[in-house]
């Protein structure tokens, strides 16, 4: 299968600070990038939707201005959490679409996910 | 927009058993129904998927049925080993929603050895 890596793997980080997080697909080009957040024992809510070359779309409830995404190329989408709480603690998936690879144009690729502490 | 539910939340067999998990969902124009296996801590993997067209496939021990009117899919899986505990999401997209599924709340399958 496709191959998509995410960096940090886990950050800790200070109340007010903000951190970015990378989302890249490392064999193909993705048109299109998910963020989802897992809280634990639960299931990936999408946050938005990351086309590359165009403006996120993002879900009901998620701040756009909290959650800053960015995909500025075919192999890379950046979520930015900022000024980052306590309650942004969790895991955040990106996820890859290539219209042209896998079983199903709609096949996703996910990251390997990365942990977010809020101190 | 769309809605997916799956049962049961949690699911323990013994070694060798079946298991079976659950989806229906809302949106008649969903067509594409992939299933997630996530090990603690790691990412979700794709172990099987099915589109509207196609009413079962199969793979080893894995199979996925769908019934479009009844619009609810399922998730079987034979000869369980200890290493098929995991949890497991299904999730429903459509072509015309640029690939965004509709997740599960998850099934916590435990295979008892």
């Known amino acids: 299968g496709a191959v998509v890596s995410q960096h940090p793997s886990w950050v800790i980080c200070k109340s007010g600070t903000s951190v970015k997080i990378e989302c890249r697909s490392l064999d193909f080009q993705a048109t299109t990038m998910f963020w989802y957040r897992q809280f634990p024992k639960q299931s990936l809510m999408l946050m938005a939707t990351?086309?590359?070359?165009?403006?996120?779309?993002?879900e009901q409830g998620v701040e756009k201005d909290k959650f800053l995404i960015n995909h500025a190329s075919l192999t890379l989408s950046t979520l930015t959490v900022t000024s980052a709480h306590p309650e942004d603690s969790s895991f955040y998936i990106c996820?890859?679409?290539?219209?042209?690879?896998?079983?199903?144009?709609?096949?996703?690729?996910f990251g390997p996910g990365t942990r977010l502490t809020v101190l | 927009g769309e809605n997916v539910e799956q049962h049961p939340s949690t699911l323990s067999v013994q070694e060798g058993d079946s298991a079976v998990i659950k989806c229906t969902y809302s949106d008649s124009a969903s067509n594409y129904f992939p299933w997630y296996k996530q090990e603690l801590g790691k990412r979700p993997q794709l172990i099987i998927d099915?589109?509207?067209?196609?009413g079962e496939k199969k793979d080893q021990r894995i199979a996925v049925t769908l019934n479009k009117t009844a619009k609810h899919f399922s998730l079987h899986i034979t000869e369980t080993q200890p290493e098929d505990s995991a949890v497991y999401f299904c999730a429903a997209s459509k072509d015309t929603n640029a690939g965004k599924s509709t997740f599960g709340d998850g099934t916590t399958l435990t295979v008892k050895p």
């Open positions: 996820s890859a679409r290539e219209p042209n690879r896998g079983p199903s144009t709609d096949t996703q690729y």
């Open positions: 990351s086309n590359e070359g165009s403006k996120a779309t993002y």
């Open positions: 099915i589109r509207s067209n196609v």
